[in-house]
């Protein structure tokens, strides 16, 4: 095989996990965007949380983005991380506005449990312990659930409302996309020469970020 072709050991870990991965890509809140059946209470509890997750997402990537800088052999590394570090920062703006369209008044927000755990486990993978291979591999993870589920909501035949089209544009676009298979080209990158306990974790890792972001969109059911 072509080694554009050979498949690599994360999307050899997605089949190993298929069913936890489809769990977090096809949630019944992602199915019901598509379809059309959304409960906008949902919608606007999803936006109010994710609103919070992004905001302590932001360091997390910060700190990816030193890492790149100092612990990657490709220059490259560093410009995929900040081009996602950009893209956060019109994210945030991105947010205020459909909280202000919505209704959803963000400083009374509170974190709820699974936005904490969440948020408390990138916290965890910011110490200097935890290998680079396994941090790109979550990072990766992280961004690619985004993709695929709004991705999924623009494919062919959706029913996606028209005022959630550009909640769906925002991770479901091409040049998201692509950044993601960067940042998978990058752990790729790195999982061939890391050592086998940091391959361990990285598949471990992989695993919890699937179970973060499948109890992430349970918590659009509380439509609070
Ligand atoms: C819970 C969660 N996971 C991934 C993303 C996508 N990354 C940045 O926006 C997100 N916004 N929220």
Not at 30 to 49: A, E, H, M, N, P
Not at 66 to 76: F, L, M, Q, V
Not at 134 to 148: D, H, N, P, S
Request: aromatic residues 12%; glycine residues 8%; negative net charge.
């Amino acid at each position: 095989m072509e080694k554009s072709e050979k498949k690599g050991v994360i999307d050899t870990w997605i089949d190993k996990h298929r069913s936890l991965y489809a769990a977090a890509t096809r949630h019944d809140f992602v199915v019901s965007i598509r379809d059309g059946s959304v409960d906008l209470s949902s919608f606007k509890t999803w936006l109010g949380q994710d609103y919070l997750f992004v905001r302590g997402f932001v360091p997390f990537v910060a700190n990816v983005l030193i890492r790149a800088g100092k612990e990657s052999g490709e220059t490259s590394d560093m410009e995929v991380v900040l081009g996602g570090l950009a893209s956060l920062n019109d994210e945030i703006e991105w947010f205020k506005s459909e909280g202000s369209k919505w209704g959803v008044d963000f400083s009374t927000v509170v974190a709820q449990k699974a936005n904490q755990e969440y948020s408390r486990f990138l916290e965890a993978l910011m110490s200097s312990e935890v290998e680079y291979s396994v941090v790109m591999t979550a990072f990766w993870a992280i961004e690619a659930v985004y993709q695929e589920s709004f991705a999924h909501c623009l494919g062919d035949g959706n029913k996606t409302p028209a005022e959630l089209i550009g909640a769906c544009n925002r991770w479901g676009n091409d040049g998201f996309r692509q950044y993601c298979l960067s940042v998978k080209n990058i752990a790729e990158r790195c999982l061939e020469n890391a050592s086998r306990d940091a391959f361990v974790e990285a598949e471990n890792v992989l695993v919890r970020v699937l179970e973060h972001e499948v109890a992430f969109w349970e918590m659009s059911r509380g439509g609070q």
